[in-house]
């Protein structure tokens, strides 16, 4: 089963920027699609992007034209930036895997949480 090490998070302005990374180990990454989710205190987490194996990207309303997700198969490593952050942005944030986007949105998932990064933004 995937394993899943988030980085990047911390403290940030509103207005700021952050790069989460992802990196994968215990399976094989590149026929995945890989999912960046969060968890604000108090609700549930939720699917805020998503990247195929072949690339194709999805995003929630929310961060669609802030955030960007990538993949580098190589590296078995997904990326989050985020941009233009504001204070509804924080959360701790995770990533993991599916057979398909549908599937990570209904939480049909290929790897174990890991321990997610946190991101607070300030105003």
């Known amino acids: 089963q995937l394993q899943f090490v988030e980085s990047g998070g911390g403290l940030v302005q509103a207005g700021g920027s952050l790069r989460l990374s992802c990196a994968a180990s215990?399976?094989?990454?590149?026929?995945?699609?890989m999912g960046w989710f969060r968890q604000a205190p108090g609700k549930e987490r939720e699917l805020v992007a998503s990247i195929s194996s072949n690339y194709a990207t999805t995003y929630a309303d929310s961060v669609k034209g802030r955030f960007t997700i990538s993949r580098d198969n190589a590296k078995k490593t997904v990326y989050l930036q985020m941009n233009s952050l504001n204070t509804e942005d924080t959360a701790v944030y995770y990533c993991?895997?599916?057979?398909?986007?549908?599937?990570?949105?209904?939480?049909?998932?290929?790897?174990?949480w890991g321990q997610g990064t946190q991101v607070t933004v300030s105003s």
């Open positions: 993991n895997a599916g057979g398909s986007t549908i599937s990570l949105r209904t939480g049909v998932l290929r790897g174990s």
């Open positions: 215990g399976g094989t990454f590149s026929v995945n699609h």
